[in-house]
């Protein structure tokens, strides 16, 4: 087994509320077993173009309470390649970096996989608002993501119920309902459409309608943007059926993204980044971290 002196960290796929408490945490458990630490600039993409920095422990202080990722991400469409891998690991290789900690979600833990075949000491960290990453109750960013939907549903009831509408609100997910389900959950919604369980238009229209039968005085429809249902499909149906409530459809788009984390996503990415960190230097490679359990 090699001695690993240098790490190597960085993030990956979309930015997630959270990724510098896991940054700051990783880096600091690094050197304090006396590695030194390199951050590694726009994910993969960076590391295939040498962008690198050396991280010590102030480079990472006064973050953990930032959103985003002050080490920037990408998607690289190289490193999905098998050339762009092997690239990656003569990189790491080349700059005598013996190990690397990956902060992001699926397919960034994909990556990793890659890497651990190529022989690169590496450890995942699961990073992603859509909570799709599998062996993992949570990942880092999604409470976060769920308290600004909440707060942003709270919001919409206000004006939805003094003007008599339905607001039809897409989230976030990519494949997975899981963000949609518990903002339908905690936002009092009367209908969710996510692709796990998909609902036909008319089954959604008829809630509304109900809805509007029953007194309501609006109406919350939450609409994952993997669900087959498409959300304009959707409001012109209501309109054409004449539910009872006019409809708006409010973005929410990347705000789901951005923000401060919450003390939850804080404290579950600095258990994370010290975790791996040790994962990494016990001799674990291709493999994550993960939250187990409830706590
Ligand atoms: O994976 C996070 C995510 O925000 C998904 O929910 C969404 O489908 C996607 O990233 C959006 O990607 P981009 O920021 O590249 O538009």
Redesign the pocket.
Known sequence: MTTIKKIGVLTS????PGMNSAIRAATRTALYHGCEVVGIHEGFHGLLNGFFSTLEAREVGGIIQRGGTVLGTA?SQEFREESGQARAAEQLAAHHIDALIVIG??GSMRGVQALAQRGVPVVGVPA???N?IWGTNMSIGVDTALNTIRSAIDKLRDTASSHRRAFLIE????N?GY?AVMAGVIGGAEVVLIPEAELTIEEAAQAVEKAHRLGKTHSIVVVA??ASVKIQDLARRLEELDVGFATRIPILG?V??GGRPSPFDRLLATRLGVKAAEALLGGHSGVMVALRGRA
Request: with cysteine.
């Open positions: 796929g979309g930015d997630a998607r979600g699926d992603s608002i859509d799709d989230t976030m997910g990519r997975c963000l943007e993997g990347h789901q993204r």
